[in-house]
């Protein structure tokens, strides 16, 4: 007969298997290794409709992104409570807690989604939020605190699964993943950046890590003036094509991912109707 206990940390054990069995898979980690096509970029404004089999990236402000699906979802990343004078409402908002500028305390109660980063104080946070058109996953990463501390599990890499494309935002990540968060985050054909060079991780560290991810595209964010901005893009001048846009939005698709790595330079500006 079995006891109390150990019935019901089987019990336990196998609600958890069942889930993560309900989970849809992710084909970021299952193709991590798979080369996709090769085309070129193209630019759009955020207000028009979305092309077939495509998504377009809009660079806000800080870390903050819009994705917008064919379907009509958008995504806010790193969510700060504002995206503009026009009238958004993201049906997911993702959120990193190491400084107020990657989150508010108060998200719009219009928004259905709203995805913390940071763990609960009994675990990470898990998300696997499967919207059909759309899957979206995270991988914790920690943060430093004040005078030599950390949080473990205080931010999350996003991951966007849409349209065949594998999408990642490293959020405010304060140091290079190891070889375990390397391999949950799989494939990223598009990758949002910080380069800063200080608040989060070094310009040297984000370098190895933007030529270890080797995403097709790699979109700049975090970057508080130009110095820091220029620094990273020389260290990747020679590895990576460097694409300076005025544009803050761009389609891409799957067939349409550059031929060589590209670092595209989009300008952020709030959403408003006059894009």
Known sequence: M??????LAGLIAFASTAAAQDRRPSHCIALAEATPGMAYVQKASWAAPVDEDAVRITYVDHSVYVIQTEGGLAVATDYNGYLGPEDLVPDVATMNHAHSSHWTPNPDPRIPN??????????????HLDLGEMLIRNVP???????????????SIFVFEVAGLCIGHLGHLHHEPNAEQYAALGRLDVVMAPVDGGMTVDIATMQSIVSRLRSSIVLPMHWFSGYSLEQFLEGMAGEFVIDRRVDSSFTVSLRDLPSRPTIVVLQPAVLSGFD
């Not at 709203?114 to 998300?127: I, M, R, T």
């Not at 990463?141 to 931010?155: A, H, K, L, P, S």
Request: proline share 6%; hydrophobic share 30%.
């Open 114 to 127: 709203v995805l913390k980063g940071w763990g609960d104080g009994e675990g990470p946070a898990d998300h």
């Open 141 to 155: 990463t920690d943060i430093r605190q004040g005078f030599g501390g950390v949080e473990e599990d205080g931010n």
């Open 2 to 7: 079995l006891r109390p206990f150990t019935a």
